[in-house]
């Protein structure tokens, strides 16, 4: 019923930048939650950040003031702009919807993952 579609990832050296983006499509009435959570070898997924229907945004300590998340409610898309990358920062990004499909249904899906690798 819906898709998301993640891209932008790749190998940046540190104090580089990205921006990954996630892209929902199908059967969509409304998305009010949007985030970022990442996964490194070895450990559990992490929130990164997430921004509401209103717009108001949440951070991972450790990513306030390199990264951005924004939103294009038109495009039912959601962005992560990634400054400043540590070699930390590296791991698999997955984008997280809450997409509400009518008046009574309303899920969580995710994207397929993109990895995120910062080496010099």
């Known amino acids: 019923q819906v898709q998301l579609v993640e891209s932008g990832g790749g190998l940046v050296q540190p104090g580089g930048s990205l921006r990954l983006s996630c892209a929902a499509s199908?059967?969509?009435?409304?998305?009010?939650?949007m985030g970022w959570y990442r996964q490194a070898p070895g450990k559990q997924r992490e929130l990164v950040a997430d921004?509401?229907?209103?717009?108001?945004?949440n951070y991972a300590d450790s990513v306030k003031g390199r990264f951005t998340i924004s939103r294009d409610n038109a495009k039912n898309t959601v962005y992560l702009q990634m400054s400043s990358l540590k070699p930390e920062d590296t791991a698999v990004y997955y984008c997280?919807?809450?997409?509400?499909?009518?008046?009574?249904?309303?899920?969580?899906?995710w994207g397929q993952g993109t990895q995120v690798t910062v080496s010099s």
């Open positions: 921004i509401r229907s209103g717009g108001s945004t």
């Open positions: 199908g059967s969509i009435l409304s998305i009010n939650r």
């Open positions: 997280n919807l809450r997409v509400r499909l009518d008046i009574l249904r309303e899920y969580d899906y």
